[in-house]
């Protein structure tokens, strides 16, 4: 076993075909990593959360192939069981807790940095040679690209062969989404020296490369929604010290999507800036069925999970609630019992010869009914919520607020045009009777004007 990787990979899955073809895509992930690794030379561990295993289909340990395990690298699968799963809200109709799965592999981790991410992202070779440097920062949030790729990319050929695939079959890019100035270059195409040099101009941003790799760091005055928020959830890297700074994720009992983001914005306000790695450091995400992730212009995901029940954030409810966090600095959403960190769970070592399966004595297991989740009280399920409906009241009471004084601002100025018209035909009526007069005069004095004096 490696005495302190400096890298450690979590994800995490189970054996479910969620996705679609799932255990294609993570033997491509798995298969990929640990090459990688060996051609680097990095000391690195790989943690699978396998979270409420199904009990009618071979656990992940027994199912994924590890010819490719080396020296370089351990890997474990650590496994929540559904007694644990069955505990937590929608649990009946969520079989995965992505999040909450991530920070039990987060807690566990030995590496120096942990890096959060899928089972079906591919890294590039550009990016896995800036991370075998060895340079990266305590005090920084290592962020880069998604670029989407087809779903066909072959899995029994050369690591070289499936990045050429990567490359060639890139379906989306997943870009910095803000400011507008630098979202437009990129996802125009543009040269990343524009990119850049957009970026510098707003201000809130500046170039790193004294580790030996360029940098776009954003500083401690960047406006939050201008972080790297796209597809965050597959590479978000951080000191092992930052994760348990913030608590890892914050372990809300419902679907993870924008779960992902408030670990982003907790690390940036926690005071570990974000420093962007620019394509070529990429990674590739493997496409996945319809239906079963969330993938722009569909919305099927979402109508299943309303039709369930399940609660999940939507944008117009984490974006108040990001909000909120940027103006209270509110960022400990978790008790420090975060990733079941009081649940021993058995663990399985995987290795080309065999696999060993670390079961927790009976004597040291926890309480059956003991909490899964330690997301505060004050911070529950419908606390965003909560925060989204306030907001948009206080918005509903500013907009009465305006609407109010614009009909105050139109009556008096209705009031003062109807004064004006009423001076005006006073004036007028004025006037037409000085014109009355005048020709009264005229026609009284007209004689006098010809008699032959005046002539």
Not at 98 to 117: C, D, H, P, S
Not at 210 to 218: D, N, P, V
Request: with cysteine; aromatic share 10%; glycine share 6%.
């Amino acid at each position: 076993m490696i005495e302190v990787p400096y890298l450690t990979v979590v994800a995490a899955s189970r054996n479910d075909e969620h996705g679609g073809n799932t255990l294609y895509r993570t033997q491509i992930f798995v298969d990929s990593l640990l090459e990688q690794c060996e051609r680097y030379e990095l000391a690195a561990e790989l943690i699978l959360v396998e979270w409420n295993p199904p009990g009618d289909r071979a656990s992940l340990g027994e199912v994924i192939c590890w010819d490719h395990q080396n020296q370089w690298v351990d890997c474990r699968i650590i496994t929540v069981p559904y007694e644990r799963h069955i505990l937590i809200r929608f649990s009946r109709v969520l079989p995965l807790f992505q999040m909450i799965a991530k920070n039990v592999g987060i807690r566990r981790a030995r590496g120096e940095f942990i890096l959060a991410t899928n089972i079906d992202i591919l890294l590039s070779d550009e990016l896995m040679a800036i991370v075998a440097q060895k340079s990266f920062r305590a005090d920084r949030l290592y962020r880069c690209d998604r670029f989407d790729i087809d779903s066909m990319i072959p899995k029994d050929v050369p690591l070289e062969e499936k990045l050429r695939f990567a490359w060639g079959n890139t379906v989306r890019r997943n870009h910095r989404p803000g400011p507008p100035e630098v979202a437009e270059p990129q996802f125009q195409g543009g040269p990343l020296e524009v990119t850049l040099a957009c970026a510098l101009e707003t201000g809130h941003f500046e170039l790193e490369t004294e580790a030996g790799f360029l940098a776009l760091t954003a500083k401690a005055s960047v406006p939050p929604l201008w972080l790297h928020f796209n597809a965050c959830g597959d590479f978000t890297l951080l000191h092992r010290d930052a994760w348990r700074k913030i608590g890892g994720y914050a372990e809300f009992e419902m679907f993870s999507f924008h779960l992902d983001s408030v670990g982003l914005l907790a690390a940036h306000l926690s005071g570990f800036r974000e420093s962007w790695l620019p394509p070529p450091a990429v990674c590739f995400h493997i496409e996945h069925a319809i239906g079963s992730g969330f993938t722009p212009g569909n919305e099927d995901l979402f109508q299943r999970i309303e039709r369930q029940g399940i609660g999940w954030l939507d944008w117009n409810v984490i974006e108040p609630f990001l909000d909120e966090m940027s103006e209270t600095r509110a960022i400990d959403f978790n008790t420090e019992t975060w990733g079941l960190r009081d649940i021993p769970l058995n663990e399985t070592v995987c290795t080309r010869e065999r696999n060993l399966v670390q079961k927790v004595p009976e004597a040291m297991q926890a309480d059956r009914y003991a909490p899964v989740t330690a997301i505060r009280p004050e911070f529950n399920a419908d606390r965003p919520l909560r925060v989204a409906v306030r907001r948009l009241e206080a918005k509903i009471r500013a907009m009465d607020a305006d609407r109010a004084q614009l009909l105050a601002w139109n009556a008096a100025a209705k009031q003062s045009a109807e004064s004006e018209q009423g001076r005006a035909a006073v004036a007028e009526a004025q006037l037409e009777e000085l014109r009355v007069t005048l020709g009264k005069y005229r026609r009284f004095f007209g004689w006098i004007e010809r008699l032959p004096v005046f002539q």
